[in-house]
């Protein structure tokens, strides 16, 4: 998982997740989001328009901790949260994507959570394009399902 991983421009941080985090986020409600866009699949910025609102959402929201940590979940929950930074070029919406992120490059589907649990970033595809939103408070979502 580390190599592909690295392939999206993200490092793993050695200290593992802390105790108590939300096994997982899902069933929010609108009252929850505090924040996302959607892009349709047929802009030709598609990858790049998703890299730079989810990267804009997750400072404003607050997502990256000392040293730029966050947790990260692939689809599923596949391994559970990993520890996380972006590295210099990162590029979750594509190459994350067509790796372990999601579906292809432009269709993703993952989590990332602040490390204190405070916020999620979720990137998610639909039928007709792909978004980014932010969950305040993951830990206490209504409706939330445990994975693993």
Known sequence: MREVLGRAGLGVVPGGVPEGVVP???G????EVSG???????DPRLVEALN?????LAVAEGLFGEDGQFLLMPPGG???WRRVRLLEGWDLMG???ETVLGAGAGRPDFTAMAVDGGVAVVAASYE???G???VRGPGSVTGRERWG
């Open 128 to 130: 007709g394009g792909a």
């Open 36 to 42: 996302g866009v959607y892009v349709r699949y047929g």
């Open 52 to 56: 730079e609102c989810w990267y804009r």
């Open 28 to 31: 929010y409600g609108s009252a």
């Open 78 to 80: 596949e391994g559970g």
């Open 95 to 97: 190459a994350g994507a």
């Open 132 to 134: 980014v939103f932010a």
């Open 24 to 26: 997982a986020v899902a």
